[in-house]
């Protein structure tokens, strides 16, 4: 039970931590394409990757913990849900260009920036 109330706190903190970003960068950078989601599937990336790079080499966390900030947190912050959506109302929209550019951003950039919050979190953290 500790471990659903973990995860649904983390998850409310992630969530909000993912409108915020959203709206922020929405303000910045305008409606034309979905920055928010970018920005917060790779920064979540880069994070998770940080956060499970320190937890295999330096920290004990318990699983409970674990479940707090990579489930919760992390998971209620970065959204695939928004991002699929996305990409179908750009190729609805006959945004085929748009569609794939943010598509292969997300994944290519998504997954690098994995790799770079591994290497911070098993050297650096």
Known sequence: MNMI????AGGAIGAT???LVGRMMMKLMGTGFPWGTLSV??????LIGCVAGALATRYNLS??????????????????SAFSLEVA???????????VFYALASMIIGVLALFAGLYAGRTLI
């Open 63 to 80: 699983h409970v913990w674990q479940g707090f900030l990579i489930i919760g947190v992390l998971g209620g912050f970065t959204t695939f």
């Open 89 to 99: 109302l750009m190729i609805e929209k006959n945004q085929l260009s748009i569609a």
């Open 5 to 8: 109330f973990a995860v649904a």
């Open 41 to 46: 599937n790779i920064l979540g990336s880069f």
């Open 17 to 19: 931590g993912r409108f």
